[in-house]
């Protein structure tokens, strides 16, 4: 290499640092950066009225798991909190499990419409995405009272004979979670199956297989990184949810965003709330990282 | 249609779960909107066609002032973030690789990835302590916290604009002694600029439908629309609410087809 190319390789370096760099501040400064402050005040004292006091203690991520009893100051395995993360974890599993029943077929459908439909129904899928989440959710809350669309279509028809109720509890929480989340587990399947060759499938049907045998063992091993990346895409943002458990879970079937912030308002103990918050953060990342790691063998491997 | 007459690519019953899942979709949204043009007070019943509602929450100066807060920092926060999405996308596409581009892949993205409880949180603590040792306020800091989670939403499109574009018209402008300067304001802003607006209107959409965050770094009296319905939704609900949600709802929909067609024209 020469000596210019050389000079010209650094200076086009220089040129991509340079012009990111606005972008670089606002992120570190308003979006990642704050995270190390939380780390910090993670490891501070709790002060007596919210805030901390600047001491280490490790009292706020023994906090995640164990409570202090206030009389014989012991710490006591603390089942109030197993049960939200539990809730959490359950309500995060079901909402995707339940995303991936509903989804593959409707991701399906989609791929295979002729080429001119398609971006009509993607676009269909796609409004609601953006949509905000708060109107969903409350669309959804609209529809689940004791006098929204589905009580009056079953009293309608007989199934039932007093308006069921539905609001405010895990089941709202795993209804509306399904809800607000679906479109980000069609997209992804819609990508995977979009690539897939569906000349596969007259080879499989030539050999003689069943559709559910081409489905299993045909059609699902090849669209796996897409199931991955949706189901990623849905738990995520189901384990942190906040806004719908807050509207649909009635303010005491709590989950961990909503944990996190009873932490700063009501429950005065900031350094447990930032725990928490790293916790949450931690599990998010390990998942991705698991995700990236599958995605980078799966390219490796053709 | 070769495919379709073997009927290869059918699995039973998907289309009906298809058709059905786009039902399930739309039913709430088309429920609550029907709502908000409901002539009676009580949610349950329904009264007749009116536009009561609408008046009502036009008339309601908290909505008033949120709407237009809302509009505030969504303009600011899509205009910064478009910017510096876009110099961003100049410096990370169409050169060859460099040290530190996968950092800064991760940074741009990372909005998309941690939680956004926990971004509320961390931003609520470090604007509260800014807030207290140089006793500013104002809703500088929601338009500081939006611009930054609006830069993935932005940059995505610029970016795709920009893989998409020839370097040819770049290289002419350059062999016919344009400066870098002129070259970029004459040749390459004007073709990017489709993606530019594409970017803008995502981050604004973004911005405008936030919760979480806002309604952590927010003071007193800074409720944007959607923190505002939020607190709403706690007290007792009336089909002022499903106005509000509508007017909101036909800003984002006008806003999405207009960015269909525009990144459609390209094809």
Redesign the interface.
């Known amino acids: 290499m020469s000596p210019a190319e050389e000079t010209a390789?650094r200076t086009?370096?220089r040129?991509?640092?340079?012009?990111?760099?606005?972008?670089?501040v606002?992120?570190?400064?308003?979006?990642?950066?704050?995270?190390l402050?939380?780390l910090v005040?993670s490891f501070l004292s709790s002060g007596q009225y919210g805030g901390v006091i600047w001491e280490f203690s490790t009292n706020g991520w023994r906090g995640i798991l164990w409570s202090k009893d206030i009389f014989t100051e012991e710490w006591v395995l603390a089942d109030a909190h197993l049960t939200i993360f539990w809730r959490s974890v359950s309500l995060s599993l079901l909402t995707t499990i339940f995303t991936f029943i509903?989804?593959f077929?409707?991701a399906?459908?989609?791929a295979?419409r002729?080429p001119q439909q398609r971006?009509m129904w993607l676009?269909?899928?796609?409004?609601?995405f953006?949509?905000?989440?708060?109107?969903?959710t409350?669309?959804?809350?609209?529809?689940l009272?004791?006098?929204?669309?589905v009580n009056l279509v079953l009293l309608k028809l007989g199934v039932i004979e007093t308006p069921l109720d539905m609001l405010y509890g895990p089941f709202a929480i795993f209804v509306g979670m399904t809800?607000v989340y679906?479109?980000l587990m069609v997209l992804p399947l819609f990508a995977a199956i979009d690539r897939f060759d569906?000349k596969l499938?007259?080879a499989g049907?030539d050999l003689y297989a069943s559709?559910w045998q081409v489905?299993r063992r045909v059609i699902l091993p090849i669209v796996k990184p897409g199931i991955i990346a949706g189901s990623i895409l849905v738990f995520?943002?189901s384990?942190?949810a906040?806004?719908t458990p807050?509207?649909l879970g009635g303010g005491k079937q709590m989950m961990?965003?909503n944990f996190?912030?009873l932490q700063?308002l009501q429950g005065k103990n900031?350094p447990l709330?930032?725990a928490l918050?790293?916790l949450?953060?931690i599990i998010?990342?390990v998942a991705?990282l698991v995700y990236v790691r599958y995605a980078n063998r799966d390219a490796s491997h053709g | 249609?070769a495919?379709r007459s073997?009927h290869?690519?059918?699995?039973?019953?998907?289309?009906t779960?298809?058709?059905a899942?786009?039902l399930?979709?739309?039913?709430?949204?088309f429920?609550?909107v029907a709502?908000s043009f409901n002539a009676s007070v009580s949610?349950?019943v329904w009264g007749g066609f009116s536009l009561d509602w609408y008046a009502k929450a036009w008339a309601n100066t908290q909505v008033k002032d949120a709407t237009m807060r809302s509009l505030i920092i969504a303009c600011f926060a899509a205009a910064?973030?478009t910017?510096?999405?876009t110099?961003?996308a100049?410096?990370?596409t169409r050169?060859?690789a460099?040290?530190?581009?996968t950092f800064?892949y991760v940074?741009?993205n990372?909005?998309l990835?941690?939680?956004?409880?926990?971004?509320?949180?961390?931003?609520?603590?470090?604007f509260g302590?800014i807030k207290q040792a140089t006793g500013i306020h104002g809703l500088g800091y929601l338009v500081?916290?939006h611009?930054?989670?609006c830069?993935p939403f932005a940059?995505l499109p610029i970016r795709a604009r920009l893989e998409g574009m020839d370097n040819a018209l770049e290289t002419a402008a350059a062999d016919l002694y344009a400066t870098p300067w002129q070259t970029f304001r004459r040749v390459t802003l004007p073709l990017l600029a489709p993606g530019m607006v594409a970017g803008a209107m995502?981050a604004f959409?973004i911005s405008?439908?936030d919760?979480?965050i806002t309604e952590?770094v927010k003071s007193g009296g800074e409720d944007t629309l959607?923190t505002y319905?939020?607190g709403q939704?706690r007290r007792q609900m009336t089909p002022e609410?499903?106005a509000v949600?509508t007017m909101?709802?036909a800003v984002?929909?006008v806003l999405?087809t207009a960015f269909?067609l525009l990144t459609?024209k390209k094809d």
Request: aromatic share 12%; charged share 10%; hydrophobic share 60%.
């Open positions: 390789i086009s370096a040129n991509g640092w340079l012009l990111s760099l606005p972008a670089l606002l992120l570190i400064g308003a979006a990642a950066g704050p995270l402050i939380v005040y509903l989804g077929p409707t399906w459908f989609i295979t002729p971006a676009f269909l899928i796609t409004i609601p953006w949509t905000n989440l708060l109107i969903r409350y669309a959804i809350n609209e529809v009272r004791k006098e929204g669309l809800y679906l479109p569906m499938l007259e049907y559709r489905l995520v943002p384990l942190g906040y806004v807050r509207v961990i965003g996190i912030e700063f900031w709330g930032a918050s790293m949450l953060l998010v990342t991705l | 249609m495919e073997f290869v690519a059918r699995l039973p019953g998907f289309a779960m298809a058709v899942v786009f399930a979709l739309y039913l709430p949204i429920t609550l709502y949610v349950a910064i973030s910017v510096v999405a110099m961003a100049l410096g990370t050169r060859r460099f040290r530190g581009q800064i940074m741009i990372q909005p990835m941690v939680p956004e409880i926990v971004t509320a949180v961390a931003l609520m603590i470090l302590v500081l916290a611009s930054a989670f830069i940059y995502l959409v405008l439908d919760v979480v952590f959607p319905m939020l939704l609410i499903n949600s909101l709802l984002t929909v999405l269909f459609r």
